[in-house]
């Protein structure tokens, strides 16, 4: 079966320094990836996604890569903030009708 | 952005008993919804696909007929956890897909309903 790795531990920096957080998975072949931030006890909130045939996508201070030969994904925000301090979910899919979600990686930025 | 709802935000309720939780797209209409389950610092597990006006389509090895869904209109999905246990108590939350805006595979989720079973 599918296996999505986020990294359990939190990832602690600096405000200002770039917060890269890495998705791997195996055993599948998605056709897009998805990145979401949740905060506690809230519904995770939807920021990028990036297709198969895309190898990077950037939306104001976050950009996703997508290597689909190392089946990885990486999500990084330049500049980070301590507003950005959350847990980041990777979602994987091949279609609309299912999706599958890594346990998220927590973020935070001190000042 | 498209808006999901949910109702109630937390509910506390006697073992043996059945929970309602609603979940409303404000201000689109979803033909499809998802509900999962999170339990604290897990992943999110999806339970079942919520089409309307059709039965849903359950994950394995979730109780179908513990986990009743009904999506009865194009704004409205419920997911009632009937004869509720301890163990049922986590953290429940639907999505919906917009696909009149941006992405159609971007899931729009509600701000989870948590379940407490004493």
């Known amino acids: 079966s599918q296996k999505i790795e986020q990294n359990s531990e939190a990832l602690n920096i600096q405000e200002g320094k770039t917060a890269t957080l890495t998705c791997n998975y195996t055993n599948y072949s998605p056709a897009y990836l998805q990145w979401y931030r949740q905060d506690p006890g809230r519904g995770p909130v939807f920021l990028l996604l990036i297709r198969e045939n895309e190898k990077e996508k950037r939306k104001e201070r976050l950009k996703v890569t997508f290597d689909t030969t190392l089946k990885q994904s990486l999500f990084h925000i330049t500049a980070s903030q301590p507003a950005d301090s959350a847990t980041y979910l990777c979602a994987l899919g091949q279609d609309f009708n299912k999706f599958y979600f890594g346990s998220g990686t927590k973020l935070n930025v001190k000042p | 952005g498209a808006v999901v709802s949910q109702h109630p935000s937390w509910v506390i309720c006697k073992s043996g008993t059945s929970v309602k939780i609603e979940c409303r797209s404000l201000d689109f209409q979803a033909t499809t919804m998802f509900w999962y389950r999170q339990f604290p610092k897990q992943s999110l597990m999806l339970m079942a696909t919520s089409n309307e006006g059709s039965k849903a389509t359950y994950e394995q090895g979730v109780e179908k007929d513990k986990f009743l869904i009904n999506h009865a209109s194009l704004t409205l999905s419920t997911l009632t956890v009937t004869s509720a246990h301890p163990e049922d108590s986590s953290f429940y939350i639907c999505?919906?897909?917009?696909?009149?805006?941006?992405?159609?595979?971007?899931?729009?989720f509600g701000p989870g309903t948590r379940l407490l079973v004493l």
């Open positions: 999505s919906a897909l917009d696909p009149g805006t941006g992405y159609q595979e971007t899931q729009y």
